[in-house]
């Protein structure tokens, strides 16, 4: 057993001081949120290393404010080459698309594993502490498979468990270039031929770490995804499988959706059994109020990813008239122009601010909801994300005194609405330590594998 007094943590809806958690093995055992209580059970000093009730135990104080694990809901590791790369020019996401397709290009095993590591490091050391990997790289440039046809999934499944990140693989079907037309170029590595085929090769597919690695599946898109295979995810959306899907991002998309089927994308969705309390609708940026109806009566996620849709000029989501319908809001980081959910979190209200010319649409504490109980449990750990009894043993501590923190009060709104990335010192996923606060060595690592692959 292992004990941990937190300075500040964020337990039970709220910010409360000197809280002494226990731990055994990967879970929480014990919550006191009392430091008259810590001082009788003789931690009498702010000592890094104190005494706590058990005698013969050792106590480690956290200063700052400790929270749970974030979850990071959507992400696509190979994304992260791109940082600072597609900024030179004017364009949209169709044009951002194919440099992209540029990276998928240059990707094996190999260096896929090697980016997804240090992509993975980068999200713990932001406090992240579960990821759900939205991933359809598949198979060899011309579309052959590899040897092991999941080379390309466990190389993701090991990044993850030597990152020290749970992981979610969603593993994501591609058949067309965009409704019922063929795929082309690099989409050939996306593309199983068939969902049949798609399924028998996920089938195959096993977590490498255990309760550590869950297995979940994803539609890339009604473009990518003929009407008649989303029948496929029938079976996984009725048995509560995590399951996800990029949806209306774009308004090409719902125009070319409604030429092809006369409905929506979230209709067609629904029409073919897609929508369910464990489906993640992925951006779900353009909708219809009939859109927003069925999501929210699916109790679907809505898997928001604020700062790649801004940088990609997707537009701002309905995230308040999603949730007050029942959807349930989530946030990724998607294709990593950013790692930060702490942005992510205040972009939400940031961006309603814009849209609506009015402030208040979001308080801190949903949105920490979102980004941590709410995220895990869309990835399918409903056990993480809180500081709580029989909770996975996830610790997050944010500096309170850096240039971002410093005079900002120190609850809520401090992690919500002024701290970053930069300002976590510590985290612990399921009770190992696996990150304590060398940002530098994140980054040098991150710089080697990308120069790599650049040059490659």
Request: charged letters at 20%; proline letters at 3%; one cysteine or more.
């Amino acid at each position: 057993m292992s004990a941990y007094l937190l300075e500040h943590a964020w337990v039970d809806g709220r910010v409360q001081h000197d809280v002494l958690v226990e731990l055994e093995g990967s879970r929480i055992t014990s919550v006191t949120p009392d430091g008259d209580l810590m001082r009788l059970s003789g931690v009498a000093t702010p000592d890094k290393r104190m005494n706590p009730r058990s005698a013969g135990d050792s106590c480690t104080r956290l200063r700052g404010l400790t929270l749970p694990g974030l979850a990071n809901t959507h992400s696509h590791a190979f994304h992260r080459a791109l940082r600072g790369r597609t900024q030179t020019d004017r364009g949209t996401f169709w044009t951002w698309r194919e440099q992209m397709y540029a990276v998928a290009g240059r990707l094996d095993p190999e260096t896929y594993y090697a980016l997804a590591k240090a992509t993975y490091a980068e999200m713990v050391a932001a406090g992240y502490t579960s990821v759900g990997e939205f991933h359809y790289l598949h198979h060899q440039p011309d579309g052959t498979p590899y040897d092991d046809p999941n080379a390309m999934g466990h190389a993701l499944l090991a990044a993850a468990r030597d990152a020290g990140i749970r992981i979610t693989l969603l593993d994501t079907l591609y058949l067309s270039s965009g409704f019922g037309a063929a795929s082309e170029g690099v989409q050939r590595r996306f593309d199983d031929g068939s969902a049949e085929t798609w399924q028998e090769r996920v089938s195959a597919l096993s977590p490498l770490t255990g309760a550590d690695a869950l297995i979940g599946v994803a539609a890339h898109s009604v473009r990518a995804v003929p009407a008649d295979a989303l029948k496929a995810f029938a079976r996984y959306v009725a048995d509560g499988a995590a399951v996800h899907v990029h949806l209306s991002e774009q308004v090409k998309e719902n125009a070319d959706c409604v030429a092809a089927h006369g409905v929506t994308p979230t209709r067609l969705l629904a029409d073919h059994g897609f929508l369910g309390p464990m489906t993640s609708a992925v951006h779900a940026t353009h909708l219809t109020d009939e859109d927003v109806r069925l999501l929210g009566e699916a109790r679907a996620f809505a898997s928001f990813c604020p700062t790649t849709e801004r940088d990609l000029g997707d537009g701002i989501g309905r995230a308040r008239a999603l949730q007050e319908a029942g959807s349930v809001l989530t946030l990724g980081s998607d294709s990593h122009a950013i790692i930060d959910a702490f942005e992510e979190m205040r972009a939400v209200e940031m961006d309603e601010r814009l849209a609506s010319q009015a402030r208040g649409h979001w308080s801190a504490a949903e949105l920490l909801a979102a980004a941590t109980a709410d995220g895990h449990r869309s990835l399918g750990f409903a056990d993480a994300g809180a500081i709580a009894v029989g909770q996975r043993a996830d610790l997050v501590t944010i500096d309170l005194a850096s240039p971002r923190t410093a005079g900002t009060g120190g609850d809520e709104h401090t992690a919500v609405f002024a701290a970053g990335a930069a300002d976590v010192t510590h985290v612990m996923v399921d009770g190992k330590v696996v990150f304590e606060g060398d940002h530098a060595v994140v980054g040098r690592s991150l710089d080697d594998v990308i120069g790599r692959i650049w040059t490659s």
